[in-house]
Protein backbone atom coordinates (compact mmCIF):
# COMPACT_ATOMS: atom_id res chain seq x y z
CA UNK A 1 0.00 0.00 0.00
CA UNK A 2 1.50 3.11 -1.32
CA UNK A 3 1.11 6.38 1.02
CA UNK A 4 1.36 9.61 0.10
CA UNK A 5 2.95 12.69 1.08
CA UNK A 6 0.83 15.73 2.55
CA UNK A 7 2.06 17.93 -0.58
CA UNK A 8 1.18 15.26 -3.25
CA UNK A 9 -2.25 16.06 -2.98
CA UNK A 10 -2.53 19.29 -4.13
CA UNK A 11 0.29 18.30 -7.23
CA UNK A 12 -2.25 16.09 -8.14
CA UNK A 13 -5.21 18.38 -7.96
CA UNK A 14 -3.19 20.71 -10.81
CA UNK A 15 -2.39 18.16 -13.28
CA UNK A 16 -3.93 18.67 -16.70
CA UNK A 17 -5.73 15.09 -17.42
CA UNK A 18 -6.60 16.11 -21.11
CA UNK A 19 -3.58 16.73 -22.57
CA UNK A 20 -2.40 13.29 -22.02
CA UNK A 21 -2.77 10.92 -24.83
CA UNK A 22 -3.82 7.34 -24.56
CA UNK A 23 -1.65 4.91 -24.42
CA UNK A 24 0.31 4.73 -27.94
CA UNK A 25 -1.87 7.98 -29.29
CA UNK A 26 -0.70 10.86 -31.21
CA UNK A 27 -1.78 14.33 -30.90
CA UNK A 28 -5.03 15.27 -29.92
CA UNK A 29 -7.72 16.76 -32.47
CA UNK A 30 -10.29 19.79 -32.21
CA UNK A 31 -13.70 17.88 -31.14
CA UNK A 32 -16.27 16.88 -33.12
CA UNK A 33 -19.05 19.40 -31.83
CA UNK A 34 -16.16 21.99 -32.83
CA UNK A 35 -16.77 20.78 -36.10
CA UNK A 36 -20.38 20.82 -36.38
CA UNK A 37 -20.48 24.37 -35.10
CA UNK A 38 -18.26 25.51 -38.04
CA UNK A 39 -20.58 23.56 -40.45
CA UNK A 40 -24.33 25.05 -39.83
CA UNK A 41 -22.40 28.35 -39.69
CA UNK A 42 -21.40 28.17 -43.52
CA UNK A 43 -24.47 26.24 -44.35
CA UNK A 44 -26.52 29.39 -42.46
CA UNK A 45 -24.62 31.60 -44.63
CA UNK A 46 -24.73 30.03 -47.85
CA UNK A 47 -28.50 29.67 -47.16
CA UNK A 48 -29.04 33.52 -46.00
CA UNK A 49 -26.75 34.59 -49.51
CA UNK A 50 -29.08 32.47 -51.91
CA UNK A 51 -32.22 34.20 -50.25
CA UNK A 52 -30.74 37.63 -50.94
CA UNK A 53 -29.47 36.54 -54.20
CA UNK A 54 -33.31 35.99 -55.41
CA UNK A 55 -34.88 38.70 -53.59
CA UNK A 56 -32.28 40.78 -55.89
CA UNK A 57 -33.53 38.81 -58.88
CA UNK A 58 -37.15 39.37 -58.27
CA UNK A 59 -36.98 43.04 -57.51
CA UNK A 60 -34.82 44.05 -60.85
CA UNK A 61 -36.59 41.71 -63.12
CA UNK A 62 -38.41 43.38 -66.08
CA UNK A 63 -41.98 42.63 -65.61
CA UNK A 64 -43.43 44.09 -68.86
CA UNK A 65 -40.73 41.88 -70.79
CA UNK A 66 -42.43 39.56 -73.37
CA UNK A 67 -41.74 35.50 -73.07
CA UNK A 68 -40.16 34.48 -76.05
CA UNK A 69 -41.11 30.79 -78.09
CA UNK A 70 -38.54 29.05 -79.84
CA UNK A 71 -40.47 26.45 -81.54
CA UNK A 72 -39.36 23.33 -82.02
CA UNK A 73 -37.11 21.86 -84.94
CA UNK A 74 -38.71 19.58 -87.66
CA UNK A 75 -41.81 18.43 -88.50
CA UNK A 76 -44.51 18.01 -85.26
CA UNK A 77 -45.71 15.00 -86.43
CA UNK A 78 -43.49 11.86 -88.53
CA UNK A 79 -45.64 8.91 -90.48
CA UNK A 80 -44.07 5.72 -90.69
CA UNK A 81 -42.61 4.34 -93.28
CA UNK A 82 -45.02 1.23 -93.18
CA UNK A 83 -47.87 2.45 -91.42
CA UNK A 84 -49.76 -1.05 -92.42
CA UNK A 85 -53.44 -1.39 -91.23
CA UNK A 86 -56.01 -1.13 -94.02
CA UNK A 87 -56.38 1.60 -97.09
CA UNK A 88 -59.86 3.80 -96.98
CA UNK A 89 -62.29 3.43 -99.57
CA UNK A 90 -63.14 6.09 -102.03
CA UNK A 91 -59.21 6.96 -102.67
CA UNK A 92 -57.55 8.54 -105.70
CA UNK A 93 -61.20 10.18 -107.15
CA UNK A 94 -60.79 13.19 -108.64
CA UNK A 95 -63.29 15.23 -105.70
CA UNK A 96 -60.77 13.98 -103.06
CA UNK A 97 -57.84 15.76 -104.81
CA UNK A 98 -59.95 18.98 -105.19
CA UNK A 99 -59.44 19.02 -101.49
CA UNK A 100 -56.43 18.07 -100.52
CA UNK A 101 -54.47 20.03 -103.37
CA UNK A 102 -56.53 22.46 -104.11
CA UNK A 103 -57.22 22.18 -107.72
CA UNK A 104 -58.54 19.57 -110.13
CA UNK A 105 -57.21 16.45 -111.48
CA UNK A 106 -56.81 16.46 -115.28
CA UNK A 107 -59.47 14.52 -117.00
CA UNK A 108 -58.35 11.18 -117.62
CA UNK A 109 -57.81 9.60 -120.81
CA UNK A 110 -61.04 6.58 -120.58
CA UNK A 111 -64.47 7.99 -118.89
CA UNK A 112 -66.98 5.18 -118.21
CA UNK A 113 -70.03 6.74 -116.96
CA UNK A 114 -72.12 3.63 -116.44
CA UNK A 115 -71.64 -0.29 -115.47
CA UNK A 116 -71.42 -3.44 -118.27
CA UNK A 117 -74.60 -3.91 -120.37
CA UNK A 118 -76.49 -6.32 -119.29
CA UNK A 119 -78.93 -8.50 -121.33
CA UNK A 120 -82.64 -8.35 -120.59
CA UNK A 121 -84.76 -11.59 -119.55
CA UNK A 122 -87.21 -12.71 -121.87
CA UNK A 123 -90.07 -11.05 -120.54
CA UNK A 124 -88.40 -7.76 -120.45
CA UNK A 125 -87.64 -7.49 -124.07
CA UNK A 126 -89.70 -5.60 -126.69
CA UNK A 127 -92.58 -7.20 -128.66
CA UNK A 128 -90.44 -6.47 -131.61
CA UNK A 129 -87.55 -8.22 -130.13
CA UNK A 130 -89.25 -11.77 -129.25
CA UNK A 131 -87.85 -14.71 -131.49
CA UNK A 132 -89.45 -15.56 -134.52
CA UNK A 133 -92.51 -18.75 -134.25
CA UNK A 134 -93.18 -17.60 -130.14
CA UNK A 135 -96.84 -16.59 -129.37
CA UNK A 136 -100.51 -18.21 -130.50
CA UNK A 137 -101.62 -18.04 -133.75
CA UNK A 138 -104.86 -16.30 -133.57
CA UNK A 139 -106.44 -18.00 -136.70
CA UNK A 140 -106.15 -21.32 -135.37
CA UNK A 141 -108.20 -20.36 -132.06
CA UNK A 142 -110.75 -18.11 -133.92
CA UNK A 143 -110.79 -19.97 -137.28
CA UNK A 144 -111.00 -18.39 -140.66
CA UNK A 145 -111.37 -15.11 -140.89
CA UNK A 146 -114.37 -13.97 -143.09
CA UNK A 147 -113.82 -12.52 -145.84
CA UNK A 148 -114.59 -8.70 -146.03
CA UNK A 149 -118.12 -7.44 -147.48
CA UNK A 150 -118.35 -6.02 -151.02
CA UNK A 151 -117.93 -2.40 -151.10
CA UNK A 152 -121.34 0.34 -150.97
CA UNK A 153 -120.02 1.28 -154.82
CA UNK A 154 -120.63 -2.65 -156.05
CA UNK A 155 -123.87 -2.66 -154.27
CA UNK A 156 -127.51 -2.28 -156.76
CA UNK A 157 -129.66 0.37 -154.44
CA UNK A 158 -133.26 -0.76 -154.91
CA UNK A 159 -136.00 0.88 -154.04
CA UNK A 160 -138.65 -0.68 -152.59
CA UNK A 161 -140.48 2.60 -150.52
CA UNK A 162 -143.26 1.55 -153.09
CA UNK A 163 -143.70 -1.88 -152.06
CA UNK A 164 -144.36 -0.54 -148.50
CA UNK A 165 -147.47 -0.58 -147.15
CA UNK A 166 -148.53 2.81 -145.54
CA UNK A 167 -148.19 3.38 -141.61
CA UNK A 168 -146.09 0.32 -141.97
CA UNK A 169 -143.91 -0.23 -138.80
CA UNK A 170 -140.04 0.56 -139.83
CA UNK A 171 -139.07 -0.48 -136.33
CA UNK A 172 -137.32 -3.96 -135.92
CA UNK A 173 -136.15 -6.62 -133.63
CA UNK A 174 -132.71 -5.93 -132.66
CA UNK A 175 -130.37 -8.39 -134.76
CA UNK A 176 -128.51 -11.72 -133.04
CA UNK A 177 -124.92 -12.54 -133.21
CA UNK A 178 -125.81 -14.84 -135.89
CA UNK A 179 -127.60 -12.71 -137.83
CA UNK A 180 -125.16 -10.01 -137.83
CA UNK A 181 -121.97 -12.34 -138.90
CA UNK A 182 -124.45 -14.89 -141.08
CA UNK A 183 -124.61 -17.93 -141.92
CA UNK A 184 -121.20 -18.83 -140.61
CA UNK A 185 -120.90 -18.53 -137.24
CA UNK A 186 -116.90 -18.75 -135.74
CA UNK A 187 -116.29 -21.73 -133.68
CA UNK A 188 -115.25 -19.13 -130.64
CA UNK A 189 -113.18 -21.06 -127.66
CA UNK A 190 -114.96 -21.47 -124.27
CA UNK A 191 -115.75 -18.74 -122.43
CA UNK A 192 -115.32 -16.31 -125.32
CA UNK A 193 -117.57 -12.99 -124.87
CA UNK A 194 -120.24 -13.71 -128.06
CA UNK A 195 -122.27 -10.88 -127.49
CA UNK A 196 -120.98 -7.89 -125.99
CA UNK A 197 -123.32 -6.34 -123.22
CA UNK A 198 -124.78 -2.65 -123.46
CA UNK A 199 -124.24 -0.72 -120.63
CA UNK A 200 -126.44 -0.48 -118.09
CA UNK A 201 -128.11 3.42 -118.10
CA UNK A 202 -126.60 5.60 -115.09
CA UNK A 203 -129.16 6.10 -112.10
CA UNK A 204 -130.38 9.40 -111.73
CA UNK A 205 -129.62 9.65 -108.12
CA UNK A 206 -127.58 13.31 -108.09
CA UNK A 207 -130.65 14.98 -106.57
CA UNK A 208 -131.29 11.96 -103.72
CA UNK A 209 -127.71 12.80 -102.75
CA UNK A 210 -127.38 16.15 -102.66
CA UNK A 211 -130.58 16.04 -100.31
CA UNK A 212 -128.92 13.49 -97.94
CA UNK A 213 -125.80 16.01 -97.55
CA UNK A 214 -127.30 18.84 -97.25
CA UNK A 215 -129.36 16.95 -94.52
CA UNK A 216 -126.58 15.55 -92.88
CA UNK A 217 -124.95 19.00 -92.09
CA UNK A 218 -127.89 20.55 -90.79
CA UNK A 219 -127.83 18.19 -88.29
CA UNK A 220 -124.46 18.49 -87.42
CA UNK A 221 -124.90 22.15 -87.44
CA UNK A 222 -127.45 21.85 -84.90
CA UNK A 223 -126.71 21.60 -81.29
CA UNK A 224 -127.32 18.13 -79.69
CA UNK A 225 -129.18 18.09 -77.07
CA UNK A 226 -127.77 15.61 -74.23
CA UNK A 227 -129.58 14.02 -71.35
CA UNK A 228 -128.90 15.74 -68.13
CA UNK A 229 -127.82 13.51 -65.17
CA UNK A 230 -128.62 14.51 -61.38
CA UNK A 231 -125.97 15.58 -59.63
CA UNK A 232 -127.38 12.92 -56.67
CA UNK A 233 -127.21 9.48 -59.08
CA UNK A 234 -123.36 10.41 -59.70
CA UNK A 235 -121.70 7.40 -57.78
CA UNK A 236 -118.61 8.24 -55.98
CA UNK A 237 -115.29 7.67 -57.64
CA UNK A 238 -116.99 8.42 -61.18
CA UNK A 239 -114.69 10.03 -63.87
CA UNK A 240 -116.32 13.46 -64.64
CA UNK A 241 -114.89 16.58 -66.29
CA UNK A 242 -115.39 19.81 -65.16
CA UNK A 243 -115.75 22.38 -67.81
CA UNK A 244 -116.69 25.23 -65.77
CA UNK A 245 -118.35 27.09 -62.75
CA UNK A 246 -121.89 29.08 -63.11
CA UNK A 247 -123.48 31.58 -60.78
CA UNK A 248 -126.83 29.75 -61.78
CA UNK A 249 -128.25 26.13 -62.94
CA UNK A 250 -129.27 27.97 -66.37
CA UNK A 251 -126.53 29.78 -67.25
CA UNK A 252 -124.64 26.28 -66.72
CA UNK A 253 -126.50 24.68 -69.51
CA UNK A 254 -126.28 27.63 -71.46
CA UNK A 255 -122.78 26.88 -71.21
CA UNK A 256 -123.09 23.41 -72.30
CA UNK A 257 -125.36 24.25 -75.41
CA UNK A 258 -122.46 26.57 -76.60
CA UNK A 259 -119.74 24.08 -76.30
CA UNK A 260 -121.94 21.65 -77.64
CA UNK A 261 -123.55 23.63 -80.27
CA UNK A 262 -120.02 24.22 -81.77
CA UNK A 263 -119.37 21.85 -85.11
CA UNK A 264 -115.87 21.13 -83.38
CA UNK A 265 -117.05 20.24 -80.11
CA UNK A 266 -119.75 17.98 -81.72
CA UNK A 267 -118.75 15.02 -81.87
CA UNK A 268 -117.34 14.96 -78.47
CA UNK A 269 -120.60 15.64 -76.69
CA UNK A 270 -122.43 13.05 -78.34
CA UNK A 271 -122.10 10.26 -76.01
CA UNK A 272 -121.54 12.31 -72.64
CA UNK A 273 -124.05 13.39 -69.59
CA UNK A 274 -124.48 16.69 -68.97
CA UNK A 275 -124.06 16.81 -64.39
CA UNK A 276 -124.79 19.94 -62.78
CA UNK A 277 -123.61 20.21 -59.33
CA UNK A 278 -124.33 22.51 -56.42
CA UNK A 279 -121.26 23.98 -54.40
CA UNK A 280 -120.54 27.12 -51.92
CA UNK A 281 -117.23 28.64 -50.71
CA UNK A 282 -118.32 30.77 -47.51
CA UNK A 283 -121.76 32.39 -48.29
CA UNK A 284 -121.11 32.66 -52.06
CA UNK A 285 -122.75 29.74 -53.76
CA UNK A 286 -122.85 28.35 -57.26
CA UNK A 287 -122.77 25.61 -59.69
CA UNK A 288 -120.32 23.35 -61.48
CA UNK A 289 -120.96 21.97 -64.87
CA UNK A 290 -119.60 18.87 -65.47
CA UNK A 291 -119.71 15.80 -68.36
CA UNK A 292 -119.96 11.98 -67.23
CA UNK A 293 -119.62 8.81 -69.23
CA UNK A 294 -115.94 8.05 -68.75
CA UNK A 295 -114.83 4.56 -68.94
CA UNK A 296 -111.80 5.71 -66.02
CA UNK A 297 -109.84 9.00 -65.16
CA UNK A 298 -107.14 8.17 -68.49
CA UNK A 299 -110.31 8.31 -70.87
CA UNK A 300 -111.19 11.60 -68.93
CA UNK A 301 -108.04 13.33 -69.12
CA UNK A 302 -107.83 12.29 -73.61
CA UNK A 303 -111.32 14.10 -73.35
CA UNK A 304 -109.95 17.26 -71.51
CA UNK A 305 -106.85 17.30 -73.74
CA UNK A 306 -108.95 17.25 -77.11
CA UNK A 307 -110.73 20.11 -75.77
CA UNK A 308 -108.05 21.95 -74.32
CA UNK A 309 -106.15 22.10 -77.84
CA UNK A 310 -109.64 22.73 -79.24
CA UNK A 311 -109.01 26.32 -77.13
CA UNK A 312 -111.91 25.01 -74.67
CA UNK A 313 -111.13 25.16 -70.10
CA UNK A 314 -111.92 21.61 -69.06
CA UNK A 315 -110.43 19.78 -65.91
CA UNK A 316 -110.66 16.01 -64.85
CA UNK A 317 -112.21 15.41 -61.66
CA UNK A 318 -113.48 12.08 -59.44
CA UNK A 319 -116.43 12.57 -57.93
CA UNK A 320 -116.98 12.58 -54.09
Not at 70 to 83: F, K, Q, S, W
Request: hydrophobic content about 45%.
Amino acid sequence: MTHMLPGDEAAMADMDFNSVGGFGGSASFPPIKTVLNWAGGVASLALVAGLVNWGIQIMVRDVSGVPVVVALEGPMRVAPDNPGGQLAQHQGLAVNRVAAEGEAAPPPDTLRLAPQPVSLADEDLPQAAFPRGRGTDLRAVTGAVPEPDAPLADIALIDISDELPLGADMEQAPLTGEEVLGEEVLDLPPGALRVSPRPQPRPDTDLAARAAIAAATAALAQPRVSGELPAAEVIAGTALVQLGAFNSTEDARAGWDRLAGRSRFAAFFETKSRVVQQAGSGDQVFYRLRAAGFENLDDARRFCAALTAEGADCIPVVAR
